[in-house]
């Protein structure tokens, strides 16, 4: 059982960053795979970032490529996503979500889930 919290959205403006964190209670963190996802209001939930469980491979959807970093500190039981040159496009509910195995683009295979946080980026 792995339960998560999210923290770090907030209003920004275009061009601005922002950095969310992802706080994991359990003590097997370091055998599930991290996602990040986000959900814009009248869309589906999409792929933002994923990190394996060493933290080693990385994966990103294109349109966050080179702006968006995910990390992970195992000892810590965190995932952070830093998030810069933001754009009105990025304004999402942002979640955390955990999976054992590998990591995977596909919201459906992730087993927990934190509750969201809020990203607004103004033009």
């Known amino acids: 059982q792995v339960q998560l919290v999210e923290s770090g959205g907030g209003l920004v403006q275009a061009g601005g960053s922002l950095r969310l964190s992802c706080a994991a209670s359990g003590r097997t963190f370091s055998s599930y795979a991290m996602g990040w996802f986000r959900q814009a209001p009248g869309k589906e939930r999409e792929f933002v970032a994923a990190?394996?469980?060493?933290?080693?491979?990385?994966s990103y959807a294109d349109s966050v490529k080179g702006r968006f970093t995910i990390s992970r500190d195992n000892a810590k039981n965190a995932v952070d996503l830093q998030m810069n040159s933001l754009r009105p496009e990025d304004t999402a509910v942002y979640y955390c979500?955990?999976?054992?195995?590998?990591?995977?683009?596909?919201?459906?295979?992730?087993?927990?889930w934190g509750q969201g946080t809020q990203v607004t980026v103004s033009s």
């Open positions: 990190i394996s469980v060493s933290g080693i491979g990385k």
């Open positions: 979500a955990a999976k054992r195995g590998p990591w995977s683009a596909s919201y459906t295979l992730y087993e927990y």
